[in-house]
């Protein structure tokens, strides 16, 4: 199975992700027919979300943004995994660069919202990468393990048993993330997802748990990162951000996985 999914972040108001989802469900289906087996996901911002669930099903996960660790209380603003499941929701991201950057969020605090999201029956995508001042100090290795095993501590791989993956791992390097940022060569992303690999491989032998690649992901370099061996699939940002952008990248990084 090849995953692929893209994160709209703060760029689209109701409408237009209602315009997106409906044109993508469209379209997805000839495009799937013409592919291996593929998982496609999109992840709105939490104002989009009501209503999306049907037009998605069956072809689409929908996905949120974030989620709160508790399932209810004075946190005002704030998004609870009851909440989003009432809306169909059936992924949800957490450990973005974003949300870890400029918001603050610590493993250990990922720790509870994955633990939280899990026991509530969402599936998890769950982010990690390094900054570039972690690059440059030759920390890169112990920066994403240490992420991974903090995030997944209490998860098991019981916790993970099902027809199709509960937790999914986005490798994202920061440093490669955002617009104007350099993308990362094959061979370091390679490199990277090696203990990725083996973290998740030693907790949870008993599963599968596919690893993604994103960060700068294009119809350029998409055939590249895709045919990595370890890569399951692709998170896309600005690239995946119009119809025909996704179905192009999605088509091209399915048909590189599979040689």
Request: hydrophobic share 45%; with cysteine; glycine share 8%.
């Amino acid at each position: 199975m090849f995953y692929f999914g893209s994160n709209f972040k703060m760029t689209q108001t109701p409408s237009a992700s209602r315009a997106f989802v409906t044109g993508l469900a469209e379209k997805l289906p000839a495009v799937l027919a013409t592919l291996p087996p593929v998982q496609p996901f999109v992840i709105p911002p939490f104002t989009s979300l009501a209503g999306l669930a049907e037009i998605c099903e069956p072809q689409m996960w929908l996905a949120a943004q974030n989620m709160h660790p508790e399932l209810s209380g004075a946190f005002t603003g704030e998004i609870s995994a009851p909440m989003l499941a009432e809306l169909g929701v059936q992924l949800v991201m957490l450990g973005h660069a974003e949300r870890r950057q400029v918001f603050g969020e610590t493993d250990a605090y990922l720790q509870h919202k994955v633990d939280t999201a899990l026991a509530r029956g969402l599936r998890v995508l769950l982010c990690v990468g390094e900054t570039s001042f972690e690059r440059d100090q030759l920390v890169t290795m112990s920066t994403l393990t240490r992420q991974l095993r903090i995030a997944l501590h209490n998860v098991t791989s019981e916790n993970l048993m099902g027809d199709m993956p509960r937790l999914l791992v986005a490798y994202e390097p920061v440093w490669a993330i955002g617009e104007g940022s350099t993308p990362a060569t094959s061979d370091a992303i390679a490199e990277s997802i090696i203990p990725l690999r083996e973290v998740l491989t030693k907790k949870f032998p008993e599963v599968n748990v596919p690893l993604l690649y994103g960060g700068s992901v294009n119809l350029e370099n998409c055939r590249d990162y895709a045919a990595l061996a370890g890569i399951d699939g692709l998170f896309v940002g600005r690239a995946a951000w119009t119809v025909e952008g996704y179905l192009e990248v999605l088509q091209a990084g399915a048909l590189a996985s599979h040689g």
